[in-house]
T-cell receptor, first 114, second 115 residues
Framework: AQSVAQPEDQVNVAEGNPLTVKCTYSVSGNPYLFWYVQYPNRGLQFLLKYITGDNLVKGSYGFEAEFNKSQTSFHLKKPSALVSDSALYFCAVRDDRYDYKLSFGAGTTVTVRA | IAGITQAPTSQILAAGRRMTLRCTQDMRHNAMYWYRQDLGLGLRLIHYSNTAGTTGKGEVPDGYSVSRANTDDFPLTLASAVPSQTSVYFC??????????????FGEGSRLTVL
């Protein structure tokens, strides 16, 4: 079985401050990990992924995420948040043994105040 | 602009009625998916198709059916809608399924309310 948890329903930060959105996962095999962002009334958009290799991956809009195998985590980070980063963020995981099933977390709402 | 088109954008439906949500992609992706999004539950996979002519069940398939007659189209049908099927439905695609290390591309969603 595979699952992903986003322990925070909401994250609030001031513009210019660092932003972290937490994600932990559980798989039996090796994890493929993804972050998606959803703006109001829109579909999800891909931000970044970890498949293999360097534990620190960089993605769109200045976001990055660090894969930590020992802590089974894949936290999303941005050094300096913008008001336009306010959105709903989803972490997702796929066990490399399955070819179709991507499991999503419940989502974290990020609000960046000016 | 290339991508995924879903229709309708929004629909209110009486319980017991039949409804088909349409999804078309022009990226020639092999794999397509239907998810439902519910508050606090994230996205849950309903059905998927790895390639034209094949379909499979996801996490929450009951009450839904799909078909994949060609590469581009992947309609989702509710044979007899129930209020618990009130949700936002997203169609998505990926270039392949077997080596699904690539990202999913999502449509804009179809908001369905069953009364």
């Amino acid at each position: 079985a595979q699952s992903v948890a986003q322990p925070e329903d909401q994250v609030n930060v001031a513009e210019g401050n660092p932003l972290t959105v937490k994600c932990t996962y559980s798989v039996s095999g090796n994890p493929y990990l993804f972050w998606y962002v959803q703006y109001p009334n829109r579909g999800l958009q891909f931000l970044l992924k970890y498949i293999t290799g360097d534990n620190l991956v960089k993605g769109s809009y200045g976001f990055e995420a660090e894969f930590n195998k020992s802590q089974t985590s894949f936290h999303l980070k941005k050094p300096s948040a913008l008001v336009s980063d306010s959105a709903l963020y989803f972490c997702a995981v796929r066990d490399d043994r399955y070819d179709y099933k991507l499991s999503f977390g419940a989502g974290t709402t990020v609000t960046v105040r000016a | 602009i290339a991508g995924i088109t879903q229709a309708p954008t929004s629909q209110i439906l009486a319980a017991g009625r039949r409804m088909t949500l349409r999804c078309t992609q022009d990226m020639r992706h092999n794999a397509m998916y239907w998810y439902r999004q519910d508050l606090g539950l994230g996205l849950r996979l309903i059905h998927y198709s790895n390639t034209a002519g094949t379909t499979g069940k996801g996490e929450v398939p009951d009450g839904y059916s799909v078909s994949r007659a060609n590469t581009d189209d992947f309609p989702l049908t509710l044979a007899s809608a129930v209020p618990s099927q009130t949700s936002v439905y997203f169609c998505a695609s990926s270039e392949t399924a077997a080596s699904n290390t690539g990202e999913l591309f999502f449509g804009e969603g179809s908001r369905l309310t069953v009364l």
